[in-house]
């Protein structure tokens, strides 16, 4: 049984795990589905009412029973109706997931599209002023909240010079590209320069560490340029840990950016989940926190199967 195999065969385990979790967890916040879509008016149901309507919901039922239909839907595909939208649940997560996605890969451009430079410049002047400069933009970068940079660049870029629109009616990507863009560009610098000053240290770090190893030393007595040493030997084998970085930060994204996507008001995953939460949708979560974690899974196995194609060394499954 090869690797790839082996970790697909692991992912059932992990999602049983996880629905396990969300399901009992979602529950112990006080209140249920008909509190929240009612309010104030749900005190004003008679008990035949409130039976009629906890009947409907599945909510009549012991708590593993509910549990037990849900997973059986689960084998078919089906993860239950959202109590909000009235619709299934995979159809409304399909519907918002394309804007995380969008806000994940442009955000992980942007930081690495300046992170690794800024890396690899910082490592081939080790502790000199240049340097120093660079490390101090990545500890700022890293520890700003995300919101105070996504807050800056609304006064800065919308409200004061009127280059971006902060918010309003989004705009999909296949309808109008430059629209979407205007609009998908501030929240991805807000959470691209937090990821990119990560993405700086550690590629500093790893540089350092490739920039002493033998076989640097060895293209250098050979005559190999300094560009090709640094672009072409030490590079590659630091970007291992970037990679690793990445991917835990790429999962993290497809989970939902709710801080910055809740600022500029985008109807993305994690916004999705976060009002799911607050209205007691119990379908709509249970059914968000587990697509999240099969993106993380995937994610992380992209990861590893890059290690092997970045460095030949490392052999996967243990061969």
Do not use: C
């Not at 599209?113 to 800024?118: C, D, E, L, R, W």
């Not at 550690?202 to 640097?216: E, G």
């Amino acid at each position: 049984m090869n690797y790839l195999t082996q970790r697909l065969l692991t992912f059932p385990l992990v999602l049983l795990g996880v629905s396990l979790l969300v399901f009992f967890a979602i529950r112990l916040v006080p209140g249920d589905a008909i509190i929240a879509m009612l309010g104030t008016e749900a005190g004003l149901l008679t008990e035949a009412q409130r039976a009629s309507l906890a009947q409907y919901f599945g909510l009549d039922q012991p708590i593993f029973v509910q549990y037990g239909r849900w997973l059986a839907g689960l084998f078919e595909g089906n993860l239950g109706i959202s109590v909000t939208y009235g619709k299934p649940v995979l159809e409304v997560i399909i519907a918002r997931f394309p804007l995380t996605l969008e806000l994940a890969l442009l955000s992980m451009v942007i930081a690495l599209a300046f992170g690794i430079p800024a890396g690899v410049f910082a490592a081939t002047r080790a502790d000199r002023p240049s340097d120093l400069v660079v490390r101090l933009f990545a500890m700022l970068g890293q520890s700003t909240p995300s919101f105070v940079v996504g807050l800056v660049l609304i006064y800065f870029l919308s409200v004061t010079f009127h280059v971006l629109p902060a918010m309003g009616s989004f705009t999909p990507l296949f309808v109008d590209p430059l629209g979407n863009l205007s609009q998908m560009i501030l929240p991805s610098i807000t959470l691209g320069l937090s990821f990119a000053a990560a993405v700086t240290r550690i590629s500093r770090s790893a540089m350092l560490d490739v920039l002493s190893d033998d076989y640097v030393r060895t293209a250098r007595s050979k005559g190999a340029s300094q560009r090709d040493v640094i672009w072409g030997h030490a590079l590659p084998n630091a970007l291992i840990p970037v990679v690793t970085l990445s991917g835990v930060e790429f999962g993290y994204l497809l989970g939902g950016a709710v801080i910055v996507e809740q600022i500029f008001a985008l109807p993305g995953l994690g916004r999705l989940t976060l009002d799911a939460i607050s209205q007691r949708d119990y379908p709509l979560v249970q059914g968000a926190v587990l697509f999240i974690a099969l993106n993380f899974l995937v994610v992380n196995l992209l990861v590893d199967l890059a290690y092997a194609a970045l460095d030949p060394r490392i052999r996967l499954g243990g061969k």
